[in-house]
Every structure is written in C-alpha cells, then in structure tokens.
Nanobody, 126 residues
Framework: QVQLVESGGGLVQAGGSLRLSCVAS????????MGWFRQAPGKEREFVAG????????YYADSVKGRFTISRDNAKNTLYLQMNSLKAEDTAVYYC???????????????????WGQGTQVTVSS
C-alpha cells in the first residue's frame, strides 16, 4: 500500500520558519515528479512547489517564490519544504503529492498527481 505521510506543521509567528517533510512508503518515487499543495478554509487546493525526479528542476507559485524551497532525498524516499518568512496568508493544510509516471510530467495541476498525503496544518499568527 502506497502512503505519503507529512510532518512538521504547526503554529508559528509571522516571519518565522517551518520545515515540512513527506515520507513515502510502499513504492519508490525516485523517478517521479513530486510536489506540495495547500488548501485554506473555503478555498481550492493550490500548487505551492514542484520538483523533478532528480531534484534538478524546481517550480514555485509566485506567492511563495523566494521564501519557500522544495527539495528531495531519493535515498530516503523523502520530500521537503523549507518555509521561511512565513505570512498569515500561508495558513493552510499542506499536502504532499506524487505522480505515478516516470521522469516527466506537468507540475502545477492537482490532476497530474496520483498519490496524496493526509495533510499537515500550518498556522501563521500575525
């Protein structure tokens, strides 16, 4: 059974930092695109960041560019999201996602991803 399990969420003051982790089990995603999405109350799930299978290419939503960094450790089957200079508008449930296919694909749409974690809450107080 494939599982993605996120951790690292919590309550932080504006300007602070958090590091999210996502550990995959049940299969390796070392040859697949992975990404982070978030969903705030009353809003649709939105793309935050994506990373190629090798980690050599990364993509970000404009709202987080320069503040968030996505990375991966394929040996540990783990995805990360370093979040700095957090703002109140970053408050949301953050989801890790992975694609079924190998090597190539699109990064930005939820429909491109086949596996999802259960989410971890990030709350930024202003």
């Amino acid at each position: 059974q494939v599982q993605l399990v996120e951790s690292g969420g919590g309550l932080v003051q504006a300007g602070g930092s958090l590091r999210l982790s996502c550990v995959a089990s049940g299969r390796t995603f070392s040859r697949s695109i992975m990404g982070w999405f978030r969903q705030a109350p009353g809003k649709e799930r939105e793309f935050v960041a994506g990373i190629s299978w090798s980690g050599g290419s990364t993509y970000y939503a404009d709202s987080v560019k320069g503040r968030f960094t996505i990375s991966r450790d394929n040996a540990k089957n783990t995805l990360y999201l370093q979040m700095n200079s957090l703002k109140a508008e970053d408050t949301a449930v953050y989801y890790c996602a992975a694609q079924e296919g190998y090597y190539s694909g699109s990064y930005y749409s939820t429909s491109e991803y086949d596996y999802w974690g259960q989410g971890t809450q990030v709350t930024v107080s202003s």
